[in-house]
């Protein structure tokens, strides 16, 4: 590599604050993003990667402060210019694309208008002119360049149509330097490669500079050129991608490279009994319907699925998004209706409801994904773990609830204050020991996990899938496994059920499975996720082979 | 404010930053409260009187005017200066500041009613020559009692309404939707003033009325509130843990959907004021005699060579219901979910 004259975009002394300067979200941030090459901003939620690069587009949260010695791009100090030229800069010098495609993209314009509207604004350019202009950039981003395509409005598109609208956004006024914020992480695994692989012929097609936040390490350790890890607001260490990832020189760095998921279940007895069983499970929901008074034909959510789990035993239930997993997950605790039958501790769940359900409740319990929804703001902690003791454990008095609460609390490591505080002041880890403890209170047989660690940084994941597999230990529970992310189902699940469209397309023993997957389907989601595996310092094991 | 509880605390605490939407609030509950006193404001019986060394408490009592020494068995007028004469000669007579309460006429007049302004009669009097300070002092209390009363009401059964409708969803959210629909299309002025042109209504018959129609302004928003909140993890897990349907919606969406049915509820009770001055203003309102803002503007409008009458009562209106828009801004900021997402950010 030969050192340009200057960098195409850098920027010295960056710090952002939202209260107090003395407390800086992002603390004297140095860094240099050069043409053609791409730099990955690395570090855990909250570590301000994202405003970094927000900064460089003055797009900073309302009441934050910003100061800088420089930000330069092509050498020429963009602080100096007037607000007006500074917002040119977006959607033409630099092209942004963000996390999340369904709300990035405006739900009433069409892709011809999501488009065309920066070079509308930019270049000014005439009707005729953007439309073949857009049909080009379709073409580029491997789309379908057809009128048809133009005309589609954003809930017509897949998850991954919708990030190459925008990435076609991004680069409608040819910008030299493009800002990826998270650019796959709403999408399922196969998708993620395409899109990153398209990302990385535009770069080389282009010339473009890419500045890449990222908390993935194993996507960054294959497109980024180089890495810079923020810890705090501070960046800890810079360098080149494979020089940073194989001998890490900071703390924090070596870190994150352990915090990939690895382990494996506790080995099970081999005469555990069976604790559920589910035969038939199937739930329909209503379809489009056909013309107005046409029928609307029955779409299969979960269809004529069968499982079973032993006692203290963990099923991992993997499959892309919309595969019917967090369905199945909802007809087996019956809070949604199914056809066929649920038998739990022998007892055929299937033909109770109502009140009669409600003693069973008991032995199976939920925890779901999202840290903030799952929890009510409005309840205390303590309040939000001892309602299963209400409804479960009436002759409990206020003293008994709050010890048992107390303690189970400090089992699942919440700080022993924590029973009379809020939700608010916990961080995402931290409400998902919550949840946790909320499911565990009336001490289940069988705890259903709906992708629990999903939302969760990597090192906190790693915590929570310890604490889960302690908990098995010491209560002999049983885990439904729900998860898209195969790293995270490895490390716990004995066995391992591959959902598609509703259907199990392929169930076993979890390392046969990942050793010698039998379906295309499966060994496509193994590759996705084990392809970037990480080779951290101490030597974790190498992607699994083709 | 729920002191525990920390939402409510910032909540209190963006509502205090609107100063004027909490000056106003303020300002208002005094005024509320003075009027909830308006016996001992303005009352043609004076507070305490002392006779003959005891003591007697007209506000709250009805004595003769034998008690005093007088002739007749009826109640004691107090304004008549014979009683007055009596009285004085052995104790004294406590007067609340406004001599007058809302039907006491001023007989004394020296110029025909309505009488101007004048130190007797500070904002002068009705056509009737009852004084119109007095009466708008009743009547302002009568406005927002009615008004109170209708908006709690009508929210309590829009709120039910609106969470078992989104609760439950599928048929009874619909059927329930079309007939919200049809009904708060009915024109509610003509069916009271068809209704009220055989009934004689009074304050409560009234009130019934207003609240067939009334109930419906805050089902759509709960209701929409209910449908988002019941898919939410934490009901979710509510369920899956066997709490029961009523404690679910109690303890875990509605606390969350009031956030948005508060915000509604000034401005619930600005437009039932408004009603009712409507109605009275136009004869169709409380019973004749009741103090009435209404009634008065009516006055004005035909009594138009004395504007006293129709300028307090537009003052007073314009007060109270400028006073009630702001305090309702202050609280919708303070419960604007965004403002809050990002404090919590």
Redesign the interface.
């Known amino acids: 590599m030969t050192p340009l004259p200057s960098h195409l975009l850098r920027m010295e002394d960056l710090s952002v604050w939202f209260d107090d300067p003395a407390r800086p979200a992002v603390d004297r941030v140095s860094l240099s993003v050069d043409a053609g090459r791409t730099l990955a901003l690395v570090g855990e939620s909250g570590s301000g990667k994202s405003l970094t690069a927000m900064s460089v587009l003055d797009l900073l ?2 009441g934050a402060g910003r100061r800088a010695a420089a930000i330069e791009l092509d050498g020429d100090n963009v602080l100096d210019w007037p607000a007006k030229r500074r917002r040119a800069l977006r959607g033409g010098r630099i092209g942004t694309i963000f996390q999340e495609p369904l709300t990035a993209l405006n739900p009433l314009h069409r892709v011809e208008r999501q488009i065309g509207e920066a070079m509308q604004l930019h270049q000014g350019l005439g009707r005729a002119a953007i439309r073949q202009r857009c049909l080009n950039l379709l073409e580029q981003v491997e789309l379908p360049a057809t009128e048809d395509m133009l005309k589609r409005y954003p809930h017509q598109l897949s998850g991954g149509q919708r990030q190459r609208v925008m990435i076609a956004m991004a680069l409608a006024n040819d910008p030299a330097l493009l800002i990826a914020d998270e650019p796959t992480t709403a999408l399922d695994v196969t998708i993620q490669e395409t899109i990153l692989d398209l990302l990385r012929r535009l770069q080389r097609e282009r010339n473009l500079g890419i500045l890449l936040i990222s908390h993935d390490l194993g996507l960054v350790a294959r497109y980024a050129d180089d890495v810079a890890v923020m810890h705090q607001g501070r960046i800890v260490e810079t360098g080149a991608t494979a020089r940073v990832l194989e001998q890490p020189e900071h703390d924090y760095t070596r870190h994150l490279l352990a915090a990939e998921p690895a382990g494996h279940p506790r080995p099970l007895t081999a005469e555990a009994p069976t604790l559920l069983d589910a035969q038939g499970l199937s739930v329909h929901f209503k379809g489009p319907r056909r013309g107005w008074f046409g029928r609307a034909a029955p779409l299969a959510a979960v269809d004529d699925l069968s499982l079973t789990l032993r006692r203290g035993e963990t099923l991992g239930v993997v499959g892309e998004s919309g595969s019917g997993k967090s369905t199945l997950a ?1 007809a087996l ?1 019956r ?1 949604i209706p199914a056809a066929g039958t649920v038998t739990l501790l022998d007892q055929p769940l299937d033909r109770l409801s109502g009140a009669a ?3 069973w ?2 032995h ?3 925890v ?3 840290p903030f ?8 902690v303590g309040r ?1 773990v001892d ?2 003791l209400r ?2 454990h009436k002759t409990l008095d206020a003293a008994q609830r709050a010890e048992r609460t107390r303690a189970l609390l400090e089992e699942v490591g919440l700080p022993a204050d924590a029973a009379e505080r ?1 939700p ?2 916990f961080s995402g880890g931290q409400r998902q020991r919550i ?1 946790i403890a ?2 565990l209170i ?1 001490e289940p047989e069988l705890l259903i996990l709906d992708e629990p660690t999903s939302a969760l940084d990597r090192s906190v994941q790693a915590q929570v899938l310890d604490l889960l597999k302690t908990l098995q230990a010491r209560h002999g529970l049983s885990y439904l496994f729900i998860s898209h992310d195969l790293k995270v189902v490895r490390a716990i699940s004995h066995r391992l059920l591959v959902m598609r469209h509703g259907q199990v397309v392929e169930h076993g023993d979890t390392e046969q499975v990942f050793r010698d997957p039998r379906q295309a389907y499966t060994r496509r989601l193994i590759d996705a996720a084990y392809n970037r595996t990480v080779t951290a310092g101490g030597g974790e094991k190498q992607a699994v082979a083709h | 404010m729920g002191s525990g509880n920390p939402i409510w605390r910032r909540q209190w605490r963006a509502f205090r930053r609107n100063r004027r939407g909490f000056w106003s609030l303020g300002l208002f509950l005094v005024l509320f409260v003075l009027s909830l006193g308006a016996e001992f404001v303005a009352n043609d019986k004076p507070v305490m009187v002392q006779h003959q060394g005891d003591l007697y408490f007209p506000v709250f009592k009805t004595y003769p005017e034998t008690t005093f020494g007088g002739l007749f068995e009826t109640e004691a007028n107090y304004r008549d200066p014979y009683v007055a004469e009596l009285i004085e000669d052995d104790g004294w007579m406590l007067w609340p500041p406004i001599r007058y309460s809302h039907d006491t006429i001023n007989y004394e007049l020296t110029v025909p009613a309505p009488a101007p302004p004048s130190a007797e009669n500070w904002l002068g009097t009705d056509d009737q020559g009852r004084d119109v300070l007095a009466r708008l002092i009743y009547g302002f209390r009568l406005s927002v009692l009615f008004g109170l009363i209708l908006t709690v009401t009508s929210s309590l059964i829009g709120i039910a309404v609106g969470a078992v409708q989104g609760y439950y969803g599928g048929w009874l959210d619909l059927g329930g939707q079309r007939f919200v629909e049809i009904w708060s299309s009915m024109p509610i002025l003509y069916l009271i003033i068809v209704i009220s042109s055989f009934v004689v209504p009074g304050f409560w018959t009234l009130l019934l009325i207003m609240l067939l129609f009334s109930w419906m302004t805050l089902v759509d928003l709960v209701r929409a509130e209910f449908l988002r909140c019941r898919n939410l993890e934490y009901v979710r897990a509510a369920q899956a843990m066997g709490v029961r349907t009523p404690v679910i919606l109690f303890r875990h969406m509605l606390p969350n959907a009031m956030v948005a049915t508060l915000t509604y509820l000034p401005f619930v009770l600005n437009a039932s004021v408004i009603l009712l001055t409507s109605l009275d203003f136009i004869g169709f309102g409380l019973p004749p005699g009741s103090p009435s803002l209404g009634e008065l503007l009516g006055q004005g409008k035909a009594n138009l060579h004395a504007p006293w009458l129709g300028l307090s009562a537009f003052v007073t209106l314009a007060v109270m219901l400028s006073l009630l828009v702001f305090a309702g801004e202050a609280i919708r900021d303070a419960f604007d979910p965004r403002k809050y997402n990002d404090a919590a950010a």
């Open positions: 949260p309302d909802l605790l809070l359900l409600r003693p409740r008991r199976m319990q939920v779901f994904q999202d929804g799952s929890l009510n703001p409005r309840l205390s939000a309602e299963g409804v479960h809020y608010h002041e949840a909320r499911a009336v």
